[in-house]
């Protein structure tokens, strides 16, 4: 085809005698129909401009006359594709269309596969904050327990300086013994019942994590072998994961310093006073 200088395309062809059906085929793929052409659907019901060619006239001579040779019939002019243009045009199309699913597949699969290593990844970070956040709350556990040991152990201690006080100075202390045992024992249960319930939160978090941790490591086994599987239960699980990761972190020491120095003073204050 030929650009005219008004920025039509054309082409002259000589077509056979009869109807014709043909199309525009625009940038290699695209089929288009003539808006201003007629139209014909064919028997797969598609839709195509028609074109109808019957043989040129012959002037009629009269019989004396001298026979005259006419000039060639002129060439129809037509834009539109041969029958074997067509089918080698949809040939092309049907194979380039065939390379172009095949890149897609490929870059799906490779994209498929991209998302499975980086859930994979996300899936190994969420373990290592899962251990952290075990060896966390198992640091402040053991800290709680060693709290309640020190606490029962320096409370014993100082019953044993108070009866030691209450014998040098019996007159004294003899009304302020019971008093004395029962506010260190006061303070030191209120204290261990404090203590005992930051040991229940610290508890309630570890068998969470450990759950998570065994769920984790069964997801990440599946990663090779059922992607699919992997994929969903790895979703679930990072909310999980990063849930549970931050109410480790968000935990505070324990509260107690297991000191009994401030309840001496008041003590020994009263004495005074008495």
Excluded at 152 to 169: F, V
């Amino acid at each position: 085809m030929t650009k005219t200088q008004n920025g039509d395309w054309e082409v002259a062809i000589e077509i056979p005698e009869g109807q014709h059906q043909f199309k525009f085929v625009v940038d290699n793929n695209n089929w288009r129909c003539h808006p201003q052409l007629d139209k014909k659907t064919d028997a797969q019901g598609i839709e195509n401009n028609v074109i109808s060619v019957s043989a040129p006239k012959q002037p009629s001579v009269p019989r004396q006359a001298p026979v005259k040779e006419e000039p060639p019939a002129p060439k129809i002019v037509e834009t539109y594709s041969r029958r074997a243009d067509v089918i080698a045009l949809v040939r092309d199309n049907v194979v380039a269309l065939e390379e172009e699913n095949k890149v897609c597949q490929e870059k799906l699969k490779g994209a498929y596969s991209q998302l499975v290593e980086t859930l994979k990844g996300e899936v190994s970070e969420g373990l290592n904050a899962l251990d952290k956040g075990v060896t966390h709350v198992n640091g402040f556990t053991v800290r709680a327990n060693q709290g309640v040991a020190n606490l029962k152990m320096n409370a014993s201690e100082k019953i044993g300086e108070i009866r030691e006080h209450i014998t040098k100075i019996k007159e004294i202390l003899v009304e302020k013994e019971g008093v004395a045992n029962d506010a260190v024992a006061g303070n030191m249960n209120q204290r261990i019942e404090i203590l005992e319930g930051e040991i229940a939160e610290f508890k309630k978090l570890s068998p969470i994590i450990q759950q998570l941790i065994d769920e984790s490591s069964s997801t990440a086994k599946t990663a090779s072998t059922n992607p699919n599987e992997f994929v969903i239960k790895t979703q679930k699980l990072l909310p999980e994961i990063h849930q549970t990761t931050a109410m480790a972190a968000a935990l505070h020491p324990p509260t107690d310093d297991a000191n009994f120095e401030h309840l001496q003073l008041n003590l020994l204050a009263s004495a005074g006073r008495a």
